[in-house]
């Protein structure tokens, strides 16, 4: 019999996700979940870096919990918690600072990213408006994921030197400690070609970072006046139009089925079928896939719902397997 397989992901919690993230990251994680053995939780300690108000944070860890669990998560089959509830990370967090060179962390994409900033902008101090969680979020991420003997990662591409350190700094724990204990390597699992990264209303990639994103459970008046402001160029309704430049066009064949998006192609190829056609249908196609999650999501998000208990649960089922580890790092390290 085949071993089983741990998958584990973390999901940071700042802002409420949008349809990008259920194409890219939402669905894909829930229909892997299956039958293998899933911890998907809120790195919410992650988000620190980014958010700092106290009732965004305590609102948008309610926000991304919910969203998971009103698209299908199921809390029996998967283990879904907070990372601020697993103490034994922070512990395995400072085990392995101890094992990672400073020089592994300095070309870590973010942290350049940051530098290279600083540097066209002709600061002289490079390390400026660089905080500590930005600089050790790589080791905190290891943490995560080798605190529960994960042994495969779906992420975006964009996370792709993130398992990478995991794997380096895994390695050289089991390098020193090895004779005692050895984490599984882990492997990221990423999605495959550039087919189902969506666009975002302006065009670029959507992104909560270029504000050009769609929520996904926008209250349906708001959802609909957002698909209208997708800026289309003034090609009258009688001529053709290609469907393939179009973010409306390319939204919908996200979420419409093979046969409506063919017909669509179609029209807009032949010519006769209008911007303001086409922006309506996508928002009937994005109401009628999230409708009927979006009242789960009401329920669940408010504060008080059964959420809270939800995420006690995953936590306690999670805390099981991070103390077990913990035990076997603290021994390996002789502090047992
Ligand atoms: P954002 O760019 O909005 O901050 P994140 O970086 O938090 O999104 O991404 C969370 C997950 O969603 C990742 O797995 C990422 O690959 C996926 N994702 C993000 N944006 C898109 C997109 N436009 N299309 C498809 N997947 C996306
Ligand atoms: N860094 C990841 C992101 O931005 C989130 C994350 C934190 C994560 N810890 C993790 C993903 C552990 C996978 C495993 O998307």
Known sequence: MAATKTYLTGIQTSGMPHIGNYIGAIKPALEAAGDNDTLY??????????VKDPDKLRHDIRSVAATWLACGLDPERTTIYRQSSIPEVFELTTVLTTVTAKGLMNRA??????????EAAGNADLDAGVNMGLFNYPILMAADILVMEAHVVPVGRDQAQHIEYAADIAKSFNHLYGDSYSFPIPQGSFPEGEASILPGIDGRKMSKSYDNHIPIFLPENKLKKLVRRIPTDSTPVEDPKDPDTSVPFQLLSQFADKERTAETRKRLEAGG???????????EVLNATFGPMRERYDELVAPGSELDDILEAGAARARERSRATLAKVRAAVGMD
């Open 273 to 283: 079928m209008g911007w303001g056609e086409l922006k309506n249908d996508l928002f």
């Open 41 to 50: 939780f809120l790195a919410d300690y992650h988000s620190l870096n980014s």
């Open 109 to 118: 994409h973010a942290y350049k990213a940051a530098r290279d900033r600083n």
